[in-house]
């Protein structure tokens, strides 16, 4: 059994030893490098883009606006064409900029230095417009974004609207609005993309990317080219967190331009331009009421959202429908109204953040049911046990139009309790209260997730030597597939794991494809390839029987060897004999993970600082097959999730400028911030798929804020909470406290 | 974030750095850890590099008599290695360890620091409070600033565009003397939202004198003038640490719009900070 073995990663050989390849690091002869002059208003009409001095400038070799490319195709939609229909996205701006730092035109030089003189020497004209922020704000704004279209890019409603008699006669109702500030994915590596136009008509495609073939569908598409010959290739990732499944401006430009010079080009984002946007993740006002009766049993609940998608409704329109669909998280609640909007407005255009809806949805339910509890004077964590959907209630549908497929929350719960001592705190509280001491608190999360969707590819192919090759459609950005993905392999083979090579992310080579992100690698292309393998030993022992002239029922596998009629032949022997592999498309239903967390925090009275003692993940993924990483994504996400309950938040000035440029100003967690973490899990199998798995990497960015900002809300006992907006700085809870 | 074109020179002697500032047009490299990520972002475009790490003697600190001298190329790691002797060294000491992390704190310099005169450093609050004093060379001779005199304004010193910050001269701190140092910061390697720095000297169980520094304070670093008068002739017990902390706050401070806090917030943290500050010198000496 190698599913379930803690395997150490393959590819961290080279990527610790700094030998990974990533697109920075290709040398492809005669490459130039882009880069873009950038609005520098968040909103204006585009008068004028003079290039002359840019082209004059040594060692440019071209520049360019949109004027100069007709033949430019807007940017496409991913999903959710309708919040996009009114609102075209160029990739170079032509009469209107929406943010600063839109693409206006794109310099092309020797090298990046001299690319960036020819920027610098470019001078646009832009006459300001007014400028909307706040998406509450810009929806009932009369400054339109985009003539002819409204800023409220689509609204929906799910569950139904709730009787306000349900508010007048509840024993309790608490109300508070949250902020879900914006947040910058950070990766390590930026975005980048290398285009090589090739003889024929033809381009090899290498980017930093999620979702490889998906971009070639674009490109293709967008420049009138057949699939086939557009191959995109996906090296070494550091990091996407849902920020590179994108087809965006800057690629399609790059693109022209290496078609249009007929060389290769390449664009390395760098950090000024990555903390800027696009994309942004996160972005949403939140207002909430819960009604409860005297016992804390929910009876009513209503979220309301505002999302701000920045400058152009894109990926990031869709996430606050994911908020909207897992409004009510691991609860039954009677009656559930919710609403959200996507509203556009002159930030840079957001997309899906690690969690991508969920972290926003979980924070809103969690805080709310934290201040149900202060209110009526209960224990937090009796008031989620008295509202969980039980184990016995699946699969469970929502009243938002999900079906939970398995859970067990409340044992999920006891396990968090006992691994952060829950008693133990609580005595600890009640004792610093009593006698004076630094004010302690302790907060929880019990969440529940999404993860998965749509169909992925998986073959696995038999070789004559003995080795086997698993193709998967999924796309590592630093996951460690080729570990985890040939444990499964070889698991349903019953062969080594070391004898299985993973290829991926190059569509070349793997026929088709969806990617890898809403955490759908391991429960969705691990299931396909678990699927295959299976395939693969039918195949097998259908050779088999034809080669031995019994029929297939007498043929019998075990570990990598068929057996009938008195002979034997390896997998390897028989692939001798022909080609021996099996494809399959797996499309298995959204799976639900979900999870619970516990935090504990003190809070420094003098000024305000937190100070995170404890936090504890216990996390339910199903069928984990390599615990070693799952558990390193765990810390990933769980700092992630640190990051943006105590330091991390996009800031504007009034004018829209971002303020937020370094990582001098955009402070994440490193290792002198990150707490004691403890992991733990339960494990319920994902009854959808033969393999088991739910989706993992995404959890602690969902579970740790609420846990964190419940803990410190314990802490100063605080009866209203909207002033205790994320990120909690200092200042946030001096402010607060008082 | 690639700078735009520079000149770059090597000096191999101080006549040598002299002779390329006097264009005016010139900035100098020393550990290069802010004006370099300026260049990067193309906020600072200097026409000239001149690079000061191959000038002989640069690097010295020299104590002579009750002064300690520190030239430009000495870099903020020498103050965590001891560099400096006595009671003065572990204040430095005590500060150095806050500025930004090691691998920063092996390039950067104290002089680059006081040049480049962030709002936020620390070491233009120290030598402010101590009283240094500065010399800037240039093509006209050597001139003599007072640090209170040297820090305009953040981002602007009294140094002219065609003047090396040649040196920069310490006291020593006399016989019992205490010294305290807090910071508060949003990450450990993050700006100071807000420090202070203070060494006091005690005759006879009472203040004799005293130096408070505030670091982010206000447009410059920040001698706590009325913070010390309050201290001056009284026992470094709690009302007098108590009404430090409160002139500190109230009189010394001027502080501006800053992210994530507000006037009254600043205030506060200068008074929260200067008490701790006196706190640990009196405990921890």
Known sequence: MTIGARLRRREDH??????GCYVGDLRVAGCLDAVFVRSDLAHGDLRQVDLEAARATPGVVAAWSSADLPF???????MDPESVRGRPWPPLA????????????????????VAEDGRDAARVRIDALPVLLDPAEAADSPVRLFAGAGNVASEKTFGEPIDEAVWQQATVVVEATYRQQLLAHTYLETRAILVRPEPGGGLTVWVSHQAPHRLRRD???????????????????????????????????????????????????????????????????QRVRLAADADGRMLAYELHIDADVGGYPHTGAFVPMATSMMATGAYTIPQVSVRSRAVVTNTAPTSPYRGAGRPEAASAIERTVDLLAHRLGLDPAEVRRRNFIGPDAFPYDTPTGFTYDSGDYAAALDVALREVDYSGWRSEQARRRREGGVPLGIGLCTYVERSGAGEEFGAVEACPDGTFVALSGCCSTGQGHETSFPQVVADVLGIEPERVRLVERDTAVVPSGIGSFASRSMQTGGAALHRAAGKLIEAARQRMAETCAVPVGEVTYDAGVLAAAGRSMTLAE?????????????????????????AVVEVEPELGEVTVLRLVAV??????????????????????????????DVRYDPDGRPLTRSLLDYLIPTLSEVPALRFAETRTPNPNTPLGAKGAGEAGCIGAPPAIVNAVADALALDARDALQMPLTPYTCWSAAR | MKPAPFEYVAARSADDVVAALADGRTEVLAGGQSLVLEMNYRTRRPARLVDINRVPGFDTVEAIGDTVRIGPLVRHQAFESGAVPGQLGALLHRVVRHIAHPPIRTRGTMLGSLAYAHPAAEWPAVITALGAELDLVGAGG??????GDFFLAPFRTARRPDELLAEVRLPVLPAGTVIGFAEHRRTHASFAQLAVIAAVTLADGRVSSASIGLVNAADRPVRARAAEAALLGRPLDDPAVAAAARAAAEQDADPGPQPYTDLAYQRHTVAVLTRRALDQARTEG
């Open chain 1, 72 to 78: 430019l195709p807007d940017t496409p939609p991913m």
């Open chain 1, 14 to 19: 080279r990527l610790v030893r700094g030998a």
């Open chain 1, 619 to 648: 996390d339910d993924y199903g069928v984990v097959v390599n615990p070693l990483i799952v558990d390193g994504q765990g810390y990933g996400s769980t700092v992630q999730g640190l990051g943006q309950a105590l330091y991390e």
């Open chain 2, 142 to 147: 050597r001139r003599t600033v007072a640090a």
């Open chain 1, 94 to 113: 032509t009469d209107r900029v929406r943010y600063v730092g839109q693409p206006v035109a794109v310099v092309v030089g020797d090298d990046r230095y």
């Open chain 1, 219 to 285: 490109l293709a598409g967008g420049f009138g080219l057949r699939e086939e010959n557009v191959r995109v290739i996906v090296p070494d990732v550091g990091g996407a967190f849902g920020g590179k499944s994108e087809t965006w401006p800057e690629y399609l430009a790059v693109v022209a331009a290496a078609r249009r010079l007929n060389r290769p080009v390449r664009w390395l984002e760098d950090r000024a331009e990555a903390l800027t946007g696009p994309p942004h993740g996160r972005g949403q006002n």
């Open chain 1, 574 to 598: 028989l692939a001798g004999t022909g080609q021996l592999r099996a494809d399959n498309t797996f499309a298995p239903p959204e799976g639900f993970p979900f999870g619970a967390y516990a």
